[in-house]
């Protein structure tokens, strides 16, 4: 079981925001809900606040970790990887594709997590299934919990 919390509810303001925010690469706009995550991360008990990876491509071609710059100031722990870089993207997906996806994340080398608190950081929590798999990896590595935040869901 994983514990996600949504700021805010995925609805067409927050789709334009976000086709604006990564697909059309407006940088500036990760500021707009800067204060809500940070006053929620600072309210939180952890040791690792990882954001979710994107693909080598996806930087390529964005520029940017659209989660990555939804926390821009805390020192994001860079724990895992993407064992499969660039396929069908999420957003094409439908819910039963997005639930049969397969695990996309590997730890970097060497991590334990020996009874670590871990804050996952993601965008938009659709099926869950990204972060689900996530956590599976960081518990693996001894993680003593793994919680989630995500702008919208």
């Known amino acids: 079981m994983l514990h996600n919390r949504c700021l805010y509810h995925y609805n067409q303001a927050m789709k334009e925001f976000m086709h604006r925010y990564k697909f059309v690469g407006d940088y500036r706009l990760r500021a707009v809900f800067h204060a809500e995550m940070q006053s929620f991360i600072d309210r939180q008990q952890y040791d690792y606040l990882v954001p979710i990876p994107v693909t080598q491509e996806t930087m390529a071609t964005r520029g940017f970790n659209q989660t990555a710059g939804l926390i821009d ?43 670590r608190r871990i804050l996952l950081v993601d965008d938009i929590y659709t099926t869950g299934r990204t972060l689900y798999h996530a956590a599976t990896l960081l518990k693996a590595a001894g993680a003593a919990s793994v919680s989630s935040l995500t702008l919208s869901g």
Request: aromatic share 4%.
């Open 73 to 115: 100031g805390y020192d994001g722990h860079l724990l895992l990887t993407r064992a499969v870089e660039k396929g069908v993207p999420q957003s094409a997906k439908s819910r039963e594709q997005r639930l049969q996806t397969p695990q996309p994340f590997k730890l970097q080398p060497d991590v334990s997590l020996d009874h």
